[in-house]
């Protein structure tokens, strides 16, 4: 063949497998999330995992080149793309289903690994081998293919819940997915062969063109046959280039957790900084004209501080899209530095693997500070700021000597100065408002499943001084503090509100068997009478102390009062019918709403734990971004039950706040008496509601936005 490999093919490769590996993590996600809780903890745990796949896919693409000649390369490659094909279609067995108290993050791990473990690890290996046979049999920079797979990732990210999701049920998804794999197994054969026999054509290996030292300097033409082999880059070039790509990584997802849990729980919201990640990668791989010194250093002190003053500020103060812009713009320009800087420090194409491989350690360190480390050595979410202080205190380190040699005659030093005390001022700036937080708070728990924050409020004119239950800004609980009131059900669960209409008897119908899924600070149990049993699930281990040992609702309780830890679903899965009265579903306001407690299986599972034609589900719908009551009442329609929307109004004197539950019966008599006893705040819904119900093979989130 010629000495130029066809360019096409080697795009196409690359461009479909990232294309593929960007829609294989949702779609994973998708599958495993009814396993674990639906947390946005899963989340995060699978990119690290993906992030650790990636490093290995590196190293494996790292030792080929540099111990494997161009056809042993091929016989070693072709035999991975063909073994991966064996666990095909990506469809997890249901025996990774978590028992009661598993590790989440090891089980998620797990499954990954033996599900879409192989094909991710071949996947992953096609940038920085097909990088790296481009370069050798063509004579031009690889690079441009690392930017092209970013605008694929991006295409991938995008897609899913735009096109995807919307229109292919969960396990179409996988499959068709499979399929693509396939395809691409195919490509990356022939590719492979190609790359071979170029290789063998050309001779020895031709030289690139050497990198560039900074971001603004001219890259001077190197001849195609020039045979000079540039110097292997030094350990300190590694490890900058292990830092470089670190510190964007771990500030990106602590991002995600700040926006998700402390700003605005609104679902999909974690595409934002992720894409906002992959689109400085292409930027700063596409060409040097995208970053520039002169522009984003000086916005970098600017972004951090900005950063680091939105920390733990109540969103009401400045409005939600003000955070969520600046939080934004802010990672943006700390990316474009980071990967700028990377980008300018790229080796010539005889050392494209080991700088892959850097890359992708980086990004999976930052991953894992924030996914594993950080949940354990934290007490609240407070990785942020130690991404804002690392970023600043990388970039002094990286670019001092630098702005010193830039900085002419006597003002060599002071710039130095200078930098180093910005830097220390945002370490003070931002250690001080980790203190504020921890300073307001009776208690701080963090696990797995988020951040308990355990706070008392002081009576502010018409509310009372309240015991204040919150993860992220999401409110669990609140007590009233006066002794004389504190079993007085408050929040989302007050008289007027559904359950309330329900467990006072407003309908003449007095249950006594209630399950609750969710506890949160137990509120519900304060409607518990003598003789009455009330079995709560809660997935969260940590929140069940909390609920003993902050609230008293579960303790003053005159019912018979029980947890059931793990997924409730689960749980309910495992147990033989309990026969409830009243099993009310509230674990759905926030922006990781856990679709798998929502699907026409999960409310057909539900009902065979109430009593026949007298039992009442309640689903608790409030919520901010959400709008719930169609998705509830298709799944009514779809098992022929009655439905009744109760919308109460605050209450301020009760730390009572307006609330919306769905109730469902078997009994069109019942669900008439219980629009009546709502006080005019009830609706029978129509049972010809449009629209596709949520099923444990689809949902679609993106439709149910408000």
């Known amino acids: 063949m010629s000495r130029a490999a066809p360019r096409a093919l080697y795009a196409g490769a690359v461009f479909l497998s990232a294309f593929l590996l960007f829609q294989v993590e949702p779609i994973m996600g998708k599958l495993i999330l009814p396993w674990f809780g639906g947390s946005a903890a899963v989340w995060t745990t699978s990119v690290v995992f993906f992030q650790l796949l990636l490093l290995l896919g590196y190293l494996y693409a790292h030792l080929l080149i540099r111990y494997l000649r161009p056809r042993g390369q091929l016989v ?231 950063m680091a003053a939105e920390l733990y500020i109540d969103p009401a103060t400045i409005g939600i899209a003000t955070l969520v812009v600046l939080y934004c713009a802010g990672l943006f320009v700390c990316c474009m530095v980071c990967h700028g800087e990377l980008a300018a420090r790229r080796p010539a194409a005889e050392h494209l693997t080991a700088f892959y491989l850097m890359l992708s350690a980086g990004g999976a360190a930052g991953g894992l500070f924030v996914a594993v480390v950080a949940p354990n050595i934290f007490s609240g979410y407070f990785e942020l700021p130690v991404g804002l202080i690392l970023c600043a205190g990388l970039t002094l380190a990286v670019l001092g000597s630098g702005w010193v040699r830039a900085a002419r005659g006597r003002w060599r030093w002071p710039a130095l100065g200078i930098g180093a005390a910005v830097t220390v001022a945002l370490t003070v700036f931002a250690l001080g408002k980790v203190r504020d937080l921890t300073a307001g708070a009776r208690l701080l728990a963090r696990d797995f499943y988020g951040v308990l924050i355990v706070s008392d409020t002081h009576a502010q004119g018409r509310r009372p001084a309240t015991r204040l239950l919150t993860n992220g800004v999401i409110d669990h609980g609140e007590q009233i503090l006066a002794p004389a009131q504190g079993r007085v059900p408050t929040t989302w669960y007050g008289h007027d509100s559904g359950i309330g209409v329900v467990l006072d008897g407003g309908a003449g119908y007095h249950p006594r068997r209630v399950g609750v899924i969710g506890l949160g600070a137990g509120t519900i149990a304060a409607y518990g009478r003598p003789g009455d049993a009330y079995r709560f699930y809660e997935i969260n281990p940590k929140a069940v102390g909390v609920a003993h040992t902050q609230f008293s609702f579960l303790n003053d309780s005159r019912a018979q009062v029980g947890v059931v830890l793990g997924d409730a679903r689960l749980s309910l899965e495992r147990e033989p019918p309990q026969h409830f009265d009243v099993l009310a579903a509230d674990a759905f306001n926030g922006d990781s709403v856990p679709i798998h407690l929502l699907t026409v299986q999960a409310f057909a599972l539900y009902f065979r734990h109430l009593q026949p034609g007298t039992g009442i589900l309640a689903v608790h719908v409030s919520n901010t971004y959400l709008d719930l009551v169609p998705v509830v009442a298709r799944a009514a329609r779809a098992l022929g039950k009655s439905a009744v929307w109760i919308s109460s109004v605050d209450h301020p004197r009760q730390a009572v706040y307006g609330s919306d539950w769905v109730l469902l019966t078997s009994s069109r008599g019942l669900a008439d008496r219980l629009v009546r006893a709502s006080n005019g705040d009830g609706t029978l819904l129509s049972p010809h509601v449009t629209g596709r119900p949520w099923t444990d093979d689809y949902s679609n989130l993106l439709g149910a936005l408000r």
Request: charged share 5%.
């Open 76 to 306: 070693v490659h072709a035999v991975v793309l063909l073994a991966t094909l064996v666990v095909l279609p990506i469809i997890p067995s249901s025996s990774w289903k978590p028992g009661p108290g598993a590790d989440p993050v090891l089980r998620i791990l797990g499954l990954l690994a033996v599900t879409v473990g192989p094909p991710f690890f071949a996947l992953s290996t096609t940038g920085p081998l097909l990088g790296a046979w481009w370069g050798r049999v063509s004579g031009t920079s690889p690079y441009r293919l690392y930017a092209l797979s970013n605008a694929a990732s991006m295409l991938g990210l995008l897609s899913y819940p735009l096109l995807v999701e919307p229109r292919l049920t969960t396990h179409h998804q996988a499959t068709t997915w499979s399929v693509a794999y396939a395809v691409f197994v195919a490509l990356g054969l022939a590719v492979a062969v190609r790359a071979a026999r170029g290789a063998a054509a050309a001779g020895p290996a031709v030289v690139q063109s050497p990198a560039p030292t900074a971001p603004t300097a001219p890259t001077a033409p190197t001849a195609p046959n020039q045979s000079t082999a540039p110097p292997a880059p030094s350990a300190r070039a590694h490890a900058l280039w292990l830092v470089l790509a670190a510190c964007p990584s771990l500030l990106f997802l602590a991002v995600t957790n700040e926006l998700s849990q402390n700003v605005a729980p609104i679902p999909l919201l974690w595409v934002v900084p992720l894409a906002l990640y992959l689109v400085s990668l292409i930027l700063c791989f596409e060409g040097r004209r995208w970053y520039r010194r002169w522009l984003y250093l000086p916005l970098l002190p600017v972004a951090l501080f900005a």
